[in-house]
């Protein structure tokens, strides 16, 4: 029945835009300046008021689902943080004291409203208004945001893939992405069908709103280092925008240090390879392929196999493939590092680690299957984070930490002794520099680079 109802709906819809509306949907549709003044008058006049029980819902489930990743943070920290499409200020109430606010909207003519709203939530420090599009954040640095907030915009913005870029750009490595967003049905039942069929002119009437993108798999698609999606379908909410998305993607670790750590690896194992005729093609796996950021080391006449169980990092990977054409891509295998049984034994010359055995479930396995699939007198090339030598401060604070640690790192550990369980794994040569660079965080600065060989 419900069905019939919004069909019905639909229907009056295109027929009235088609017949009297008309000259007010061609303003709107060529006049941004009026259909943006347009659009916050109706979201605040009449939209918000009735539909605001159950938005609220959502709002304060998304939140929670922040507050439970930031837990290990100290109380009184600052947070800094981004709201992209603030629009009337809807998520203030739910922000922690200590929060610095930077917020960024098209849509000027909401302004107004978000700064009468602020005047009732004096734990927000509101830093910084941006007036610009979400595809281009040109004014903001890299690296700026403890967390990004996202309410209802991805589907207005024109280009969802540069909007997440972007996010990422801004976000501190390891900071968190809240996403509150309506989605499309499941492609072919009759409710993604009449989204399609109405989101033409609900586009034009609610500034650029789009019924029927598929959003969570575009997030989870970006190259996140962890992404936590709920999906559900409240009764309460038209039927139009009912399938719900709520989550947290978590930003990638990167930095200086990290990058450093990748470079020296690389030149280690320039060191150790034996010596090869300048085209013979070099058969590489790597574990981890962590979007791509170790490609710009790799030589000419490199046949690259990677093997990633994360399947956000895919597509990140597959743009940034495209710009090291001397990279020949053979095969993606979606598998853990302890069962690689897709891979033959004795395959390849280089098995690339780098930051990998930390998140593994057993590191001692995954050794295992890195030493079968090497070619006898390959290198196996690792760069770690491992524990604090000896009984220190440090080390019992890795430990404390490292609980927390693991579940905001998607499963990295602190405390393991990497150095020692490569000794113990039976190659025939073990060659590692430890290091404790200035520029990395405390609970991750002992390092290892190195090179085993089998």
Known sequence: MEFIIYTAVTVLLWVLSASCLLPFLIFLKFSKTYRDKWFSWFFVTLIKPQLSPALGRMRIRAFDLLKEHLEGRKRNTPLEILEIGIGAGSNLQFY?????????????????????????????????????????????????????????????????????????????PGGKFLVLEHVMYPSSTWNAILQSLTSPLWNIYFDGCNLNRKNDEEIRNTGFSDVVIEKSYPKDIWMYIRPKIVGIATNLLRGPGLERARKRASDLLKKHLPDRKRNTPLEILEIGIEGGATLPFYAKNTNLTFLEPNLSMIKYFEENRQKYPQITYKKTVIAIAENMHEIDDDSFDVIVGIYVLCSVKSVRSALKEVKRVLKPGGKYLFAEHIIYPGFTWETILQNLINPF???????????????EEIRKAGFSDFVAEKSFPKDIWLYAKPQITGVATK
């Open 96 to 172: 922690p004291e200590n929060s610095n606010l930077t917020v960024l909207d098209m849509n000027e003519s909401f302004i107004e409203y978000f700064e009468e709203n602020l005047k009732k939530y004096p734990q927000v420090i509101h830093k910084k208004t941006v007036i610009a599009m979400a595809e281009d954040m040109h004014e903001l640095h890299d690296d700026s945001f403890d967390v990004v907030v996202c309410t209802y915009v991805l589907c207005s913005v024109k280009n969802v893939r540069s909007v997440l870029k972007e996010v990422k750009r801004v976000l501190k």
């Open 405 to 419: 640690w693991r579940v905001y790192y998607n499963g990295c550990n602190l405390n393991r002794n990497h150095d």
